[in-house]
């Protein structure tokens, strides 16, 4: 079956742009989470649904970072104003009724 | 606060047996996870633990005791494709399922 999907593989943008991630979940799984991974750094979180709410945002690290989940399945995080200490891998996760978690290949996002 | 330590890097000899240590410090502790992972590739789930003891999964083998706040992860008989990152995770209560990590352990497998 399919696992979790994400888009782009890679991303390189310009100091200052605004970027959009997209996280497609195992169908029938309710929860969704969004972890950062720096070099050299653990898994990070930063944000979980459970269905198209955010019960838990507190991983977001500033008001420039926002996410969205519609239909209780496709989820965005979007980075505005990209800065070059935003540059990671953005990771993407899902569970049926917060259990095992699995995990996308991620993100690779690069600021310029 | 939450803290989970694990060494940075392990080297082992293929056909050997090692064994990778997790101690965490968490209030509300509600599981332990081991997950494996190569470079640019997504991790990938090996076991979990939330009562003491021991759980056998073919090569591989996770224990843990909650009363000291430790486990590790026990590879045997390995092989080259070992060589990855071996993250240990733990959930807490009332958080939504969210996972803590360590920085993870760095496995080489040499001939």
């Known amino acids: 079956g399919a696992g979790v999907s994400q888009s782009p593989s890679n991303k390189v943008t310009e100091k200052g742009k605004d970027v959009e991630l997209r996280c497609d979940p195992i169908?029938?799984?309710?929860?969704l989470y969004w972890y950062r991974q720096s070099l050299g750094q653990g898994l990070e979180f930063l944000i979980y649904f459970q269905g198209n709410s955010a019960p838990d945002k507190s991983g977001l690290p500033s008001d420039r970072f926002s996410a969205e989940r519609t239909g209780g399945s496709v989820s965005t995080l979007t980075i505005q104003r990209t800065q070059q200490e935003d540059s990671a891998v953005y990771l993407c996760?899902?569970?049926?009724?917060?259990?095992?978690?699995?995990f996308g290949a991620g993100t690779r996002l690069s600021v310029l | 606060g939450q803290n989970i330590d694990q060494p940075t890097e392990m080297t082992a000899t293929e056909g050997a047996i090692v064994q990778i240590n997790c101690t965490y410090q968490?209030?509300?502790?509600?599981?332990l996870f081991w997950y494996q992972q190569h470079a640019g590739e997504a991790p990938t789930f090996l076991s979990y633990?939330?009562?003491?003891g021991l759980e056998e999964k073919g090569r591989f083998s996770s224990f843990l005791s909650r009363s000291k706040g430790y486990s590790y992860l026990l590879l045997k008989e390995l092989q080259m494709k070992d060589s990855a990152s071996y993250l240990c995770a733990v959930r807490v209560y009332n958080q939504g399922g969210k996972l803590i990590f360590g920085q993870g352990t760095e496995l080489s497998v040499k001939p």
């Open positions: 633990n939330v009562l003491d």
């Open positions: 968490t209030s509300g502790f509600n599981g």
């Open positions: 169908s029938g799984h309710t929860a």
């Open positions: 996760a899902s569970s049926r009724d917060k259990n095992i978690q699995y």
